[in-house]
């Protein structure tokens, strides 16, 4: 594990700046890039307050330069209740994704046996519209993407913004549930639940077993982000940006 990688990643985030491209040695791994996060998430010493749930897609994927979804923290400091302003650094790349948040009631602690999808589902306390605002800690090339950079600085997560929650959210169909999202107006993309691993309890589901087998734990409270159910698009400053999620309701957020 590189240690130092880590702790630039983390000022650069604290600082809302960012790195030149090299940064030292590439992570060799999926799991050396995991190690790079935890020290970049220690470094920062902010509260998780719960995950985002990245490549959720076979599209996304293919963009990402990976065959498998990744994960990342969400801190206290960059996560928002809706309607809110967000501010964002300069350069920031501003990448809007709308996705469906969860949040639990109960633990998910590690252990050895696998969880079931039913045990997962049990642990949902409520249901959230939610938008992700993405960016990068370090500077673009214009190179492909190489996932594993990605995980190490937290899996690209800029700001968390979630909307007001449903505890029924089994009468919801979430992978059915349609969603869209405007900007100033214009509509700029849709989607349904299901663009997310089939469907946000699936990729819950994931996630779950993902923090298991690598010793870590879902607790109560957390917030889970289910992935991008929308085409992304890169977000202007100063003017609505709206997700509509049907029945379970409506955010908006304006970045400054």
Known sequence: MNSTIGRALASA????????????????????????Q???????????????IGANSPAARKRLNTDKPLYGPLFDRWTYAA???????????????VEIAFRLKRDLAARS?????????????????AIEIVDRR??????????????????????????????????LNLPDLAVSVSMDGKVMGTGT????????????????EELR???????AGNYIITGSL?????????????????????IEIVLA
């Open 83 to 97: 309607p809110t302003r967000i501010p964002t650094p300069n350069g920031a790349l501003m990448v809007v994704e």
């Open 13 to 36: 985030r604290l600082d809302g700046t960012k790195l030149e491209a090299d940064l030292g040695p590439a992570p060799k791994s999926l799991a050396q890039a995991y190690e790079i």
């Open 138 to 171: 370090v500077r673009n090339t214009g190179q492909p993407v190489d996932a594993k950079w990605l995980i190490a600085d937290g899996a690209a997560n800029h700001a968390f913004v979630y909307g007001e929650g449903r505890t029924d959210w089994k009468a």
């Open 113 to 129: 046996e696998p969880f079931t999808e039913q045990e997962v589902g049990e642990a949902i306390g409520t249901v959230h519209p």
């Open 193 to 208: 639940g299901a663009e997310s691993m089939g469907g946000p309890l699936k990729a819950l589901h994931w996630l779950a």
């Open 230 to 250: 929308a085409p992304v698009f890169e977000g202007k400053r100063g003017v609505p940006i709206i997700g509509e999620f049907g029945p379970l309701g409506q």
């Open 213 to 219: 087998q690598r010793g870590k734990n879902l607790v």
């Open 38 to 52: 935890d020290e970049m998430t220690d470094t920062i010493s902010v509260p998780v307050v719960g995950w985002k």
